[in-house]
C-alpha cells in the first residue's frame, strides 16, 4: 500500500523552479502585499487609500514571478509595505474626516 501523499501548490515554485529559500520567502512576502492590497482596493470607500493600494498591487503584479527582479526584491517589500499602511492611514482619516 502507498502512502497518501500531499502536494502543495506553490505558484512562485511553479512559475520560478530552483530559486533559493529565502528569495522564495521575498516573493511570497511579496504576494501577501498583493494580497492585502486587492482586500483593500475591493473594500474601501477612499479613492486615496485605493489609489496606493493599486499602486502597491501594480508594483508586486510586474515583479512576483519576473526572474530579473531577484535584486530587487528587499526594496519591492519596502515600497509595498510603506504603500499599503500610508493607504491604510489615508482610509482612517478619510473615516474620520467623513464621518461628520
Known sequence: MNAPVTIKRDEIRLFL???SDEEHA??????SYRNAASALIASTQSDVARGLA???????TGALYAPGAADALDELNKLCKRLMLTAIQAEQIDLERFAE
Open 17 to 19: 523552479p530552483g530559486i
Open 26 to 31: 521575498k516573493r511570497a512576502l511579496l504576494r
Open 54 to 60: 493599486w499602486m502597491a498591487s501594480d508594483y508586486v
